[in-house]
């Protein structure tokens, strides 16, 4: 049965016309580290946040890392089909192990399909300012050392009401231009990718439910999550004469859990682009989240969010490159299961250089300035401002 199943799918691909002989396969695998080591000046009032105190202990020399292991095995037919796996092992000790785990089908005239936990084709399309060193502010990467200014799972038990003044939501554009729809993130999904025509690349995805390691699709009922997650990314790239010219798009939809009455569906797109020139690249995004703020996931606010970003990197004769960007956004509120019609906005700036010190080998040095207004005239909220500045430096080892 097994055979017949496997074989059944090769023929719907248009992958098995010939017999193909067995190939060797590649066992590749690869990955990165990045240690960060920054100073941080630290400004908030966190009474206001429920948590109590009036100081937060991230002043100071903090450390953070970021690593992975990558397992990308795979092997190429006779026929030119390429099948291949890819995943990722996470270095840290805490939370999930896994993140991405998928299967690839590909080849230069069929396009490549991906099967399993993955970001959707709409993320993967989508390109925004341009950076150099690995501490991000087009994501939540600077929540490491500045508390408030992202999504962090365990800060969110300290969440009251309103539920997202402590952390933003996950892959929402209050965060990121980087966006999933309902803010789903590497949940099974089947993408396709076409072949690139002249620079031109679309992409579609689809999931039967936003849960993340949902052992399948039917091991979670649809009726309370967020599910039928349909997503399509356009990406087009080339070169004319010495301007490299990258632009892209995305739009996504799913729908609500069918026990909440009344729920609108939920969306996300987005647009961005990046020109080179001369050894400079200047580029930017936006993006929208738009939410159905009745519904509350995992104790976070799904409030609408939307988010830019605008930088531009140099890179200098020899080893050295240098960044300027921004990214800016503002997420609404929610609470008590509804838009209480105020907002929250963040604001970073960074400005930083990297240098390669050899094959793989990394060193940044940057400077990053965060704050985050909740604009909620509340006593026990409202009025406050976190704020933080971070000198740094890391070194980033990719194999």
Sequence with gaps: MKKQLLCTSAIALGIAAAPAAAQEWNLDWGGYMNQHVAFG????????????GQDWEGDGLSLHQTSEIIFTPNVTLDNGMTFGINIQLEGENVGARIDETYMSISSDTFGR???GAENSAGYKSMVGAPSVTSMYINSPSTSAFIPFTGYDAALSAFAATP??????????????????????NDVSRITYYTPDFNGLTIGVSYAAQGAINAASSYSVDKNTVLSDIFDIGV???N???ATDITLAARWGTGDTPSLVAGASDFETWGVGFQVGFNNITIGGSWAENDNDET???SGVGLGDSEGWSFGVTYDAAGAWAFEALTYQSETDIVAGGADTGFRTDREAYKIGASRTLGPGVDWDIYLVHE??????PVAQFG???IEGTLLGTAINLSF
């Design 239 to 241: 070169s004319f004469g």
């Design 295 to 297: 519904l509350i996931t």
């Design 235 to 237: 990406n087009y790239s």
């Design 113 to 115: 399909l991906d099967l």
């Design 163 to 184: 539920v997202n003044l402590v952390t933003l939501p996950f892959r929402q554009a209050g965060i990121s231009s980087y966006t999933e729809v309902g803010g789903n």
């Design 383 to 385: 009025g406050d401002e």
């Design 41 to 52: 000046d630290i400004s908030t009032n966190l009474a206001n946040f429920g948590v109590g």
């Design 371 to 376: 704050t985050r207004d909740v604009n909620v």
